[in-house]
């Protein structure tokens, strides 16, 4: 019996033993996961920073430029930038913002297709809480950390008044608007009209969409100047526009001063060539690299400016 008994009580203490063995690994594995967990957050494992770019549309020079300053700026800082182009489709960039979220990014910075529409966007990744940075246009809605930009209204009253210059200060003028929706839009139209509304002499015969894009510039122009044959003047939201505009301009054998804004390589060709009258130079790859910077600082928790502008220049013939 007492040998029955000290074959028990062994077998309980090894039991015990064991049972406090698997007690103890478990709890000291709960934190290591969880710790690990923290890690990969924010797109940050390894220490490395991940930034998302959403980009309206990689079929526009000045959007590649702003791309290309940002890929330098994430490549000197030793940090990873994922691009996705929403090829100008609203419902696409959501997705792809969408992704970046799923991705677990450390921050996104967002150009919007619609400033509108991106909103739901924005408060996606606001829930998700990640920080999102806007580039060259604004969102109307939803937690925005900095937003990235030149000083729009300022460039379009730029426009306006080199226009009334070349003018005398009289003529008619022809706008084109970037896609509605859009703060670049809204703000270059703005300054523009700041600038030659209400000015004896001067006047806005039409002022149409074109979306930022060369075909529907050309177009859009060719149709503008059927139907007003004294025209002395265009201002166009973007080189895009401008230099299809410019194309109907040519073909119909006008002498018209065009002006566009961005200061693409073919626009700044063009007015050095004498044929456009001068761009607005935005400078898209400073813009882009300031946005990395920006994102790098808010990935690390320190605070920035809610309006970080980029200066402004016009390009006129050299």
């Given at each position: 019996?007492?040998?029955?008994?000290?074959?028990?009580?062994?077998?309980?203490?090894?039991?015990?033993?064991?049972?406090?063995?698997?007690?103890?690994?478990?709890?000291?594995?709960?934190?290591?996961?969880?710790?690990?967990?923290?890690?990969?957050?924010?797109?940050?494992?390894?220490?490395?920073?991940?930034?998302?770019?959403?980009v309206s549309t990689l079929n526009n020079p000045f959007f590649v430029s702003l791309k290309e300053g940002a890929e330098k700026a994430a490549k000197d800082a030793g940090?990873?930038?994922?691009?996705?182009?929403?090829?100008?489709?609203?419902?696409?960039?959501?997705?792809?913002?969408?992704?970046?979220?799923?991705?677990?990014?450390?921050?996104?910075?967002?150009?919007?297709?619609?400033?509108?529409?991106?909103?739901?966007?924005?408060?996606?990744?606001?829930?998700?809480?990640?920080?999102?940075?806007?580039?060259?246009?604004?969102?109307?809605?939803?937690?925005?950390?900095?937003?990235?930009?030149?000083?729009?209204?300022?460039?379009?009253?730029?426009?306006?008044?080199?226009?009334?210059?070349?003018?005398?200060?009289?003529?008619?003028?022809?706008?084109?608007?970037?896609?509605?929706?859009?703060?670049?839009?809204?703000?270059?139209?703005?300054?523009?009209?700041?600038?030659?509304?209400?000015?004896?002499?001067?006047?806005?015969?039409?002022?149409?969409?074109?979306?930022?894009?060369?075909?529907?510039?050309?177009?859009?122009?060719?149709?503008?100047?059927?139907?007003?044959?004294?025209?002395?003047?265009?201002?166009?939201?973007?080189?895009?526009?401008?230099?299809?505009?410019?194309?109907?301009?040519?073909?119909?054998?006008?002498?018209?001063?065009?002006?566009?804004?961005?200061?693409?390589?073919?626009?700044?060709?063009?007015?050095?060539?004498?044929?456009?009258?001068?761009?607005?130079?935005?400078?898209?790859?400073?813009?882009?690299?300031?946005?990395?910077?920006?994102?790098?600082?808010?990935?690390?928790?320190?605070?920035?400016?809610?309006?970080?502008?980029?200066?402004?220049?016009?390009?006129?013939?050299?």
């Amino acid at each position: 019996m007492k040998k029955f008994l000290k074959m028990a009580m062994a077998s309980t203490l090894v039991l015990g033993a064991l049972a406090g063995c698997s007690t103890s690994s478990n709890l000291e594995n709960k934190p290591a996961e969880q710790s690990a967990g923290n890690t990969n957050a924010g797109g940050e494992a390894g220490g490395k920073v991940t930034i998302g770019l959403a980009v309206s549309t990689l079929n526009n020079p000045f959007f590649v430029s702003l791309k290309e300053g940002a890929e330098k700026a994430a490549k000197d800082a030793g940090a990873e930038l994922l691009v996705v182009d929403a090829q100008d489709d609203t419902a696409k960039q959501i997705s792809g913002v969408e992704d970046l979220i799923q991705k677990k990014v450390s921050v996104i910075m967002i150009n919007p297709t619609d400033s509108a529409a991106i909103v739901t966007a924005v408060e996606a990744a606001n829930k998700a809480n990640i920080p999102v940075i806007t580039v060259d246009r604004a969102a109307e809605g939803g937690q925005v950390v900095s937003h990235i930009a030149s000083d729009n209204v300022k460039g379009g009253k730029m426009a306006g008044d080199f226009i009334l210059e070349k003018l005398g200060g009289k003529g008619n003028i022809v706008e084109l608007q970037g896609i509605a929706g859009t703060s670049a839009a809204r703000d270059r139209g703005k300054g523009f009209h700041d600038a030659v509304d209400g000015k004896e002499g001067v006047k806005v015969v039409a002022s149409q969409p074109a979306d930022f894009d060369r075909a529907k510039g050309l177009s859009v122009m060719e149709n503008i100047l059927q139907a007003n044959k004294d025209v002395q003047a265009v201002f166009a939201h973007n080189d895009e526009m401008a230099l299809g505009a410019l194309q109907a301009v040519e073909a119909a054998g006008k002498n018209i001063v065009v002006v566009g804004f961005d200061a693409t390589d073919d626009a700044v060709k063009s007015v050095n060539d004498g044929k456009m009258g001068a761009t607005v130079a935005q400078k898209p790859a400073a813009i882009g690299e300031t946005a990395v910077q920006t994102a790098l600082k808010v990935a690390k928790g320190e605070k920035v400016e809610s309006n970080i502008p980029v200066d402004l220049e016009l390009v006129t013939k050299k």
